[in-house]
């Protein structure tokens, strides 16, 4: 345990910087991308600037490994990001934020289910139920009003699906090089993506990527959030496991409503901030270890 206490930080981290990453996506929404247009650009520069770090080999050892990082491409990328916004498109931000952030209950799921080797510890299951029930304080921020909307919801149960099952492909994938997986995320995402601009084409004027706002928060999500934390994170996924390192997206609504509350002025409630209690201890409580008598 001490020896991942390291990469249990490194988690914590890249999720904090996840979850502000709402914020940078908003703002840059409000400045009139399309959410597939900042996708593919966010995607596009991190493969750029992936190549700087990662090795020349341009395959995987067969066509099955390839297949997965078609499909890493797919769950990591395209499909989560694309749902996921445009589910916020559609349906209410509360419902969307807190499906999404069940994914790593429904990566415990799945994980139950088809992997043999993983077993359901009382901690894991107290944990995760802490955490989630954690998210909906934060998400939701006192106001508990929950309004269907059918295909959003739907839509953000596919992201939140879609992150589980690459959370699980990246066990397959351990044997190589965090990089080499990461660079085949992107190139994959950015390709996948592709087929959406035959139905919604490219609106945005190129001329305004040069605007600060606009530079400013490509820049962040693109070698920040994307380029640094989806590397690291298939290293995080690589050393502490598929269900360790989901867990921690649980943390992802807390920088959110931090973020939210200094630059888009939404307030912080004690409602929320009980939540952001409830969700460190669940997780903590979910990758914590029964010690021996």
Known sequence: MKSQIGYHILATV????????FVNSKQLLMAGMQAHEIFT???????????????RRLWADSWRDELRMILLGLTGGSVYF????????????TNVAFIVCTAPLLTTIIALIFIRDVKATRRLIIGSVLA???VGLVVFNGHFVLQLNPLGDALAISAALCWAIYSILLRDVTHYSATF????????????VLPVYFFRPWTFPLEDLAKPIVAGNLIF????????????WSL???????LKASNYIYLNPISTSIASALVLDEPMTCMAAMGCA???????????????Q
């Open 181 to 192: 997986v990461t660079r085949k995320v992107f190139f994959y995402g950015v390709v996948t």
């Open 236 to 242: 995080t996924s690589k050393k502490l496991g598929a």
């Open 278 to 292: 409830c969700i460190l201890l669940g997780v903590y409580c979910a990758n914590s270890k029964k010690k021996k």
């Open 41 to 55: 650009l966010r995607f596009l520069i991190a493969y750029i600037c992936i190549w700087t770090i990662s090795p």
């Open 221 to 232: 999500l693109s070698i920040i959030a994307s380029f640094g934390c989806f590397a690291l």
């Open 14 to 21: 890249i999720v904090l910087i996840w979850g502000v990453t």
């Open 132 to 134: 989630t029930f954690g």
């Open 82 to 93: 694309v749902t996921e916004n445009i589910a916020v498109a559609i349906d209410y931000v």
